[in-house]
């Protein structure tokens, strides 16, 4: 997705924000354009406005566009959750976690009123598991066991790693499997189940029956709004 196309949806998705709202803010190179122009918004309209940050990433970012950011203790009701998605198919399922985040952003998209989703036209896949591999978050204690045992299930990956060839850590200073996946075959429900039923095992990149509207951009800066 351009950088032009990130902007032309976020400026459409922060014209639902209004006063007095709590927001919460995904993560990644479009949740970024979506603070800047959430903060452009706030200044314009003077809007008393709250929000709760996915990451620690996200909230350096809100805090230096002066973002009013809540302690995620004290988070109770979202209004309106933006994030994006890695792909999203027909029936509004997902797939997140490019950006390691979507643990904690899972749990702040079932904590709002109302998911908006933003993105563009490729990420549109006709099934989960089309174009991106499963992200899954695991406590990082008998990482061999964990991996056999998924294996043994059916999942293939590699654990995500730094430059370095350090383990990725998420901000819950857990660790990522990415689950190869095949565009043939179909991820559904019954995988995120079977992943989870795993001991060590804390949340997939799998959402499902949370996005609300959806704001899809276009090569020619078009944006569509899909209810």
Same mark, same amino acid.
Do not use: W
């Given at each position: 997705m351009s950088d032009l196309t990130k902007k032309a949806i976020s400026r459409e998705a922060?014209?639902?924000?209004?006063?007095?709202?709590?927001?919460?803010?995904?993560?990644?190179?479009?949740?970024?354009?979506?603070?800047?122009?959430?903060?452009?918004?706030?200044?314009?309209?003077?809007?008393?406005?709250?929000?709760?940050?996915s990451s620690k990433a996200t909230e350096k970012i809100? @805090?230096?566009? *002066? #973002? %009013? +950011?809540?302690? $995620?203790? @004290?988070?109770? *009701? #979202? %209004? +309106?959750?933006? $994030?994006?998605?890695?792909e999203i198919d027909s029936e509004k399922n997902m797939i997140k976690g490019r950006g390691g985040a979507f643990?904690?952003?899972?749990?702040?998209?079932?904590?709002?009123?109302e998911m908006i989703v933003?993105?563009?036209e490729t990420k549109l896949v006709p099934h989960m598991g089309?174009?991106?591999?499963?992200?899954?978050?695991?406590?990082?204690?008998?990482?061999?066991?964990?991996?056999?045992?998924?294996?043994?299930?059916?999942y293939v990956g590699v654990y995500r790693l730094n430059d370095d060839g350090s383990y990725f850590l998420t901000d819950n200073n857990n660790v990522i499997f990415d689950i190869m996946t095949d565009k043939n075959e179909t991820l559904t429900r019954q995988d995120h189940e079977i992943i989870k039923q795993i001991p060590s095992?804390?949340?997939?990149?799998?959402?499902?029956?949370?996005?609300?509207?959806?704001?899809?951009g276009y090569e020619?800066?078009?944006?569509e709004i899909l209810n």
């Amino acid at each position: 997705m351009s950088d032009l196309t990130k902007k032309a949806i976020s400026r459409e998705a922060v014209e639902l924000v209004q006063d007095n709202m709590i927001v919460g803010l995904g993560t990644g190179t479009t949740a970024t354009i979506f603070i800047h122009c959430l903060s452009e918004r706030i200044k314009d309209k003077n809007l008393k406005i709250k929000a709760v940050a996915s990451s620690k990433a996200t909230e350096k970012i809100a @805090k230096k566009e *002066n #973002i %009013d +950011l809540l302690d $995620d203790l @004290k988070m109770i *009701n #979202i %209004d +309106l959750y933006f $994030d994006s998605a890695d792909e999203i198919d027909s029936e509004k399922n997902m797939i997140k976690g490019r950006g390691g985040a979507f643990l904690r952003e899972k749990i702040l998209a079932f904590s709002s009123k109302e998911m908006i989703v933003l993105v563009d036209e490729t990420k549109l896949v006709p099934h989960m598991g089309y174009k991106s591999n499963l992200p899954v978050e695991i406590v990082p204690f008998a990482l061999l066991s964990v991996e056999k045992q998924l294996n043994d299930a059916g999942y293939v990956g590699v654990y995500r790693l730094n430059d370095d060839g350090s383990y990725f850590l998420t901000d819950n200073n857990n660790v990522i499997f990415d689950i190869m996946t095949d565009k043939n075959e179909t991820l559904t429900r019954q995988d995120h189940e079977i992943i989870k039923q795993i001991p060590s095992v804390v949340e997939t990149g799998l959402f499902f029956d949370i996005a609300g509207r959806i704001i899809v951009g276009y090569e020619n800066q078009k944006v569509e709004i899909l209810n």
